[in-house]
C-alpha cells in the first residue's frame, strides 16, 4: 500500500549528504553521460580532489571539484539537478583575460559575459547537453587553473 508521500531525490535532501555517485546517477539518462565525462576529465587533472557539499538554494547538494593550485574556493562546481545539471566555473578577471574568447561558441562567450559576478569571481555556468560541449568547458576550466597556477592572480574565496 502507498503512502502517497513521493520520494525526494538525493539532490533536493538536505539532511542526507548523498555521494557523489548518488547524485550524478540521478541525472536524467540523456544527460548523465556528459555528467560523467566531465566529473572523469576533472578528476583526472593532477591536483583534483572532489567533494559533496550543501550550497544552499538553488545549487543544494553539488559536487566541488577542488585544486590544490586554488585557494579558498573549488576549481569547478557540478550542479547535478536531475533534470538540468550545470557545470558551473568560477572565473577571475585574469583567467577571463586569458580565454580565447573571439574562438569561443556565443552561448560559451555568452554565458561567460552575462554571468553573475561576487568580489571580483564571474560565476560562468552552463547546463550539461553532450559530451563535445564537456570538452569546451574543460578547456576553460584549464585556462582558468593555469592562470592561477602560474601566480598571475591571487585566488580569493
Known sequence: MSSGMVARSAWN???RKPSAE????????SLKPAADSIRELLLA??????????QGVPWRWSVLFR??????RAWVYLVPQ???PLVVIPL???GIAALPMRKLLKPVRD??????????????????????????LMKLARIQL????????????
Open 67 to 72: 585544486h590544490e593550485a586554488v585557494a579558498g
Open 111 to 136: 554565458a561567460i559575459t552575462h554571468a553573475k559576478q561576487v568580489d571580483g569571481i564571474r560565476w560562468a555556468q552552463w547546463d550539461i547537453q553532450s559530451k563535445s560541449q564537456v570538452e569546451t
Open 146 to 157: 593555469e592562470t592561477v597556477s602560474s601566480g598571475v592572480t591571487v585566488a580569493s574565496a
Open 92 to 94: 577571475t578577471a585574469e
Open 13 to 15: 535532501d538536505r539532511f
Open 22 to 29: 548518488l547524485l550524478i546517477d540521478q541525472i536524467t539518462k
Open 82 to 84: 536531475p533534470n538540468q
Open 45 to 54: 587533472s593532477d591536483g583534483a580532489s572532489e567533494e559533496v557539499s550543501w
